[in-house]
């Protein structure tokens, strides 16, 4: 079985500052992870994902993270924060072969002030 | 492109009653999941269909089910309707299976009174 934990259900950063979301997870088999990103009265949107390869994997608007195996983790960052990063965010896992049934997170909730 | 379409967006029932959702993949989209989303337990998976077979299955208990048709769209059904149901449901496609690669819809909102 897999499951994940994300720690700090929310995180407040100011605009331009570094973004840490953390992430780890537990599986008894080599994992996929992805973080999807929520924004209000919408669905999850994929930001990236980590399934074999490079450990440091790049998603969409900036965001990146790192695949520790020795540590467990895969925390989300980026590098400046913007006022439209402003959601929540999910980490997921799953294994290989078990279909499109992911194991989310509780989320964690961003705000960025000015 | 058109993203994938939940219908109805927002509903309300009453204790007892059954309820049935749906949604339309994004085009060549095969693989379609279900989650529940609510305040309390977050997100959870529900069920997995790829060519109108189920998948996989979460841990839910029967009064959930759901298909898949032909062309890919999906619906998914609640009977004998709690209040603890009341939640987002969330449809999301896939063009393969394993891949976890999701694009999800808007949801449909359930209240259950």
């Known amino acids: 079985a897999q499951s994940v934990t994300q720690l700090g259900s929310h995180v407040s950063v100011s605009e331009g500052a570094l973004v840490l979301l953390r992430c780890n997870y537990s599986?008894?088999?080599?994992?996929?992870l992805f973080w999807y990103v929520q924004y209000p009265n919408q669905g999850l949107q994929l930001l990236l994902k980590y399934t074999t390869g490079a450990t440091l994997v790049k998603g969409i608007n900036g965001f990146e993270a790192e695949f520790k195996k020795s540590e467990t983790s895969f925390h989300l960052t980026k590098p400046s924060a913007h006022m439209s990063d402003a959601a929540e965010y999910f980490c997921a896992v799953t294994r290989p072969g078990g279909g499109n049934k992911l194991t989310f997170g509780t989320g964690t909730q961003l705000k960025v002030e000015l | 492109k058109a993203g994938v379409t939940q219908t109805p967006r927002y509903l309300i029932k009453t204790r007892g009653q059954q309820v049935t959702l749906s949604c339309s993949p994004i085009?060549?989209?095969?693989?379609v999941s279900w989650y529940q989303q609510t305040p309390g337990q977050g997100l959870q998976f529900l069920f997995e269909y790829f060519s109108e077979t189920q998948r996989n299955k979460g841990n839910f208990p029967g009064r959930f089910s759901g298909r898949q048709f032909s062309n890919s769209r999906s619906e998914m059904n609640v009977s004998t309707l709690e209040l603890g149901d009341s939640a987002l449901y969330l449809c999301?496609?896939?063009?393969?299976?394993?891949?976890?690669?999701?694009?999800f819809g808007e949801g449909s909102r359930l209240t259950v009174l």
């Open positions: 599986s008894s088999v080599p994992p996929y």
């Open positions: 999301a496609s896939s063009k393969r299976e394993s891949t976890g690669e999701l694009f």
């Open positions: 085009s060549g989209h095969r693989s």
